[in-house]
């Protein structure tokens, strides 16, 4: 494994723009002394200074799509990265050394779990697995990771599997001097797997910034499974999860089930189950099919492990599947307490804040999102379309058009894209726009129709009205 520093004019040539500061919703302050404002503010400062040398506005989405010719502008893109953070990393795949090509998976389940023990750390800055995952099979260039994540630190390593042994290699080197400041090699039995991952996730801490390491603490609270067979069968779950797509997610739930026949305790397996059920009637299907066995999933998952951050992710998607955004809301910001760099549950408290028409936080939440993790087909999914919502939310129906035209154009197999495209189109005037993103939508889900989403669409209220109201208008059938 390997980790590199960025040296400052190496920073220095990071992209200017990075992600907005969110004010925390309906909270009142106290009225404080002078003193101890001007001492607040100069703590604040300080921390700013030690964990983030700069923040900076993103670009905002273009204005307007109002007609067919303006359709054909570019749609928004997802953030470009900030300036790395002074604590910023990314865990690069870990390269497979075994025989067998099995054990990628294997290997990756590695990267799994030191990412997830990294992002407990709430003063480091960790790149989600799915953007660093883009990188596997890659020979890449530790400067260019650096300016395409924006982050400071890489970590790299290898795993060897053979038999019952695991071997894995880990290096801490400067990127700018190619000096190595700490190397490590672990052989050790199979059934310790899960204490090397923590040896090498604290290491690293250690290594990278000894002091506020001592000061924190830091001890993983993650419950291992009960067999490495499980945990293995939901590594895979994860990846296919990932892609955003139907047969991926179906196989995703049949893995996940076979996770749980071996472990039945194996708290993880339950949360992504719950996960991949609800997100079924993306593709096919009915809300009410999944109801109970993605809500008996989740409660399993929290149940099993309180403080599991996917557990709480996992019950507030189902909650927000059953239109309870409030309690939907308090779900993902748990997750968010135990996880502060969990870039899915930021992208999905912003689709709920979106919902709730809290249109300035749902939008910085989910920019957070995609500058957590700038290069994940799952979070651009999520985060763009949180984003096309909150606009939508606020009647600002081209910039909602603009946002989701570029989930569609990114990712054309995605449904719901083509959805809020017609409706938010349709409710700016932009009839030509709106029929064509209906057609494929129907050409993709010939059943759609606005009684589907009176009984499907997590939306309520006046949103859903609206929604259904731009649907009508650009030709979706009413039965």
């Known amino acids: 494994m390997q980790v590199y520093a960025l040296r400052p004019e190496a920073i220095a040539e990071l992209p200017a723009t990075g992600v907005l500061a969110i004010a925390p919703r309906g909270r009142r302050v106290a009225p404080l002394s002078m003193a101890a404002a001007a001492t607040g503010a100069l703590v604040i400062a300080v921390i700013a200074w030690w964990l983030w040398p700069a923040t900076r506005s993103s670009p905002a989405p273009p204005a307007n799509v109002g007609t067919a010719s303006e359709s054909k502008q570019t749609a ?3 953030m470009e990265p ?30 799994e ?61 400067e990127a700018g001097s190619g000096n190595h400041i700490w190397a490590e ?54 990846s296919l999860v990932s892609q955003s797509k139907g047969a991926a997610n179906a196989e995703a739930e049949e893995l996940c089930r076979r996770a749980i026949a071996i472990a039945p305790n194996y ?3 339950h949360a992504l189950l719950a996960f991949a059920l609800e997100r079924r009637p993306i593709w096919s299907g009915d809300t009410k099919a999944i109801l109970l066995e993605a809500s008996a999933a989740a409660r399993r998952a929290l149940d099993l492990d309180e ?15 059953m239109r309870c955004h409030g309690e939907a809301e308090r779900a993902f910001r748990r997750a968010l307490e135990l996880n502060p760099n969990f870039a899915l549950a930021h992208a999905l408290l912003g689709m709920v804040l979106a919902a709730e028409e809290v249109h300035v936080e749902a939008v910085q939440i989910a920019q957070r999102a995609l500058r957590l993790s700038p290069i994940d087909r799952l979070i651009d999914i999520y985060a763009s379309l949180a984003i096309s919502i909150a606009h939508f939310a606020a009647s600002r129906y081209a910039e909602s058009a603009a946002w989701a035209r570029g989930i569609a154009e990114r990712h054309p197999d995605y449904d719901t894209a083509y959805l809020m495209l017609a409706a938010a189109a349709a409710m700016h005037g932009d009839i030509e726009v709106a029929v064509k993103a209906r057609a494929t939508l129907l050409d993709r889900r010939p059943q759609f129709s606005l009684a589907w989403m009176h009984n499907n669409n997590p939306l309520t209220g006046d949103m859903l009205n609206r929604v259904v109201d731009g649907l009508r208008r650009a030709g979706v059938p009413g039965q």
Not at 129 to 145: A, E, H, I, L, W
């Open 185 to 238: 090699r672990y052989d050790r039995e199979l059934a310790d797997i899960f204490a090397v991952q923590d040896e090498i996730t604290e290491q690293v801490l250690a290594t990278i910034e000894p002091e506020l390491y001592t000061a924190e603490h830091f001890r993983s609270q993650s419950k291992p499974p009960e067999s490495l067979s499980a945990w293995e069968c939901v590594m895979r779950a994860m």
């Open 82 to 111: 900030a300036v790395a953070p002074r604590l910023s990393i990314v865990v690069l795949p870990f390269a497979n050394l075994s025989n067998d090509p099995e054990q990628e998976y294997f290997a990756d389940g590695m990267v």
């Open 267 to 269: 708290g993880q397996a």
């Open 76 to 78: 928004p893109s997802v």
């Open 307 to 321: 403080r599991d951050s996917w557990a709480h992710m996992a019950h507030g998607m189902v909650l927000w599947r």
């Open 113 to 173: 779990e030191i990412i997830t023990g990294l992002s407990r750390i709430r003063w480091l800055f960790v790149i989600a697995r799915n953007s660093s995952f883009t990188y596997k099979g890659r020979s890449v260039d530790v400067k260019q990771v650096g300016l395409e994540l924006g982050v400071r630190y890489v970590i790299e390593g290898s795993v060897r599997k053979a038999g019952n042994r695991v071997r894995i290699t880990a290096q801490l080197v």
